[in-house]
């Protein structure tokens, strides 16, 4: 991401992992081939970006092109998503629960002309209802934050979750399908490789001195420049999470430290399951609600994504579990849970599973608890005083996805190709 004539030469990248990456990254055992932090996916509204992204790992050639489907295993069911666009393939009554709770929540917030209440709980039911909030929304949201929902706010789903025409959930559930999300209808992905084929390529890009397996253990600013590990920089850029920071950070004040260290955040364990299947359904991932169906969220048909993926034959799974941050992972009996849980929902026997393999990551996604944006304020304030530039999803605490990463970088890579044109 240098370019204008400057060198690279004296930028040095220290990465704590044995390759670069970070959430972006993949494993492969015994052939079967997932990401290490949920099943990715390769879309952007940024076009330009999107192709960059490909160019760096081979061109359009090296990927495959999908079309997004997903659902909801409501019981033995399917349920198009979103939720709201799926009524028709519910049971008649629970059809009824939430088309008759979207619209009356759809009526009084137009009657009222009500602002969007500041607690996530309380905002699902005034924007979908109480029969939606009870059979899926709830549930769901549940398993996946591991928290009340009240404790969330719902500032983070604000432009992130569409607002679908009430008609479209009229027409949905007297059985008129009807699309949501239609922006993402299709998705790219590498075909060899994983979703860590784009990083890979970006690395090898690079000319830089990239320190592998190297870990920061200490910043401290001197003057004008900075140590880290006792090396001297000129410039910082830091896409360490912010609740590290207080413990590499020499001299950071106290309340700095406290904003830092609580910000919440959740892990996720992600669970492949290796399978004697030789062909899935034509589906990409699926969400699952209810405790009945085991502990995960999420599964990934991670096998479609690319013929590549798994050997001839065979299929793979990719389970998703959360776990509330600095809270410790489940022992192996999660592995258990999860097949008894898939059994439970139909969507595999037993029989068919020749191995699990695991990966473990701490910080997987923010949190937005209601003192979130303060306490963000106050450390990104502090950071951008001192002239260290903080980046990336846990280096801002910000919930970007790995083309928001690229394009952020990308921008603050001009910025500071344009600064140093200037001399400033």
């Not at 991401?1 to 030469?9: L, T, V």
């Not at 096998?303 to 489940?330: D, H, I, Q, R, W």
């Not at 699990?356 to 990104?380: M, P």
Request: aromatic share 12%; charged share 25%.
């Amino acid at each position: 991401m240098i370019d204008g004539g400057h060198s690279a030469a004296d930028i040095t990248i220290f990465e704590a992992e044995s390759v670069p990456g970070g959430l972006c990254r993949s494993k492969t055992v015994d052939g079967f081939t997932y990401d290490v932090s949920g099943g990715h996916i390769l879309y952007s509204k940024d076009k330009p970006a999107m192709q960059w992204m490909k160019d760096r790992a081979g061109g359009d050639a090296a990927f495959v092109e999908k079309d997004r489907h997903t659902r909801i295993r409501f019981g033995q069911r399917w349920v198009n998503y979103p939720f709201e666009n799926g009524l028709g393939d519910l049971p008649p009554e629970a059809n009824f629960d939430c088309l008759s709770g979207y619209v009356r929540a759809w009526h009084e917030r137009s009657k009222s002309q009500s602002t969007a209440p500041a607690e996530f709980g309380k905002w699902v039911r005034w924007r979908f209802g109480d029969g939606i909030a009870e059979h899926f929304m709830d549930p769901y949201n549940k398993k996946v934050w591991k928290r009340e929902l009240d404790f969330l706010t719902s500032d983070w789903v604000a432009g992130r979750v569409p607002d679908a025409p009430v008609d479209d959930v009229l027409r949905s559930a007297v059985g008129i399908r009807t699309e949501g999300y239609t922006h993402q209808s299709k998705f790219y992905y590498p075909k060899n490789g994983g979703f860590q084929a784009i990083t890979d390529g970006i690395a090898a890009g690079l000319s830089v001195d990239m320190r592998l397996g190297t870990p920061v253990g200490e910043i401290q600013k001197k003057g004008t420049t900075w140590n880290i590990n006792g090396e001297s920089f000129d410039f910082v850029v830091s896409t360490l999470s912010l609740t590290y920071m207080p413990d590499l950070v020499a001299e950071m004040p106290r309340e700095v430290a406290e904003a830092c260290r609580k910000l919440e955040y959740n892990g996720i364990v992600c669970v492949m399951l290796a399978l004697d299947r030789a062909q899935h359904p034509d589906l990409s991932w699926i969400y699952l609600p209810h405790a009945s169906q085991g502990p995960a969220n999420r599964i990934t048909y991670m096998s479609n994504y690319s013929p590549n993926m798994a050997p001839t034959g065979k299929s793979s799974f990719l389970c998703e579990v959360t776990v509330a941050g600095g809270k410790p992972f489940p022992g192996r009996a999660l592995e258990k849970e999860l097949i008894d849980g898939l059994a439970n929902a139909g969507l595999i026997r037993r029989d068919e599973v020749l191995f699990d393999d695991r990966e473990q990551i701490g910080q997987a996604y923010v949190v937005f608890d209601h003192a979130y944006a303060d306490r963000r304020k106050i450390a990104l304030d502090w950071f951008e005083a001192q002239g260290l530039v903080q980046l990336g999803r846990f280096g801002r605490f910000e919930y970007d996805n790995s083309d928001q990463c690229v394009i952020k970088s990308r921008e603050l890579a001009q910025r500071l190709l344009k600064k140093s044109r200037v001399g400033a």
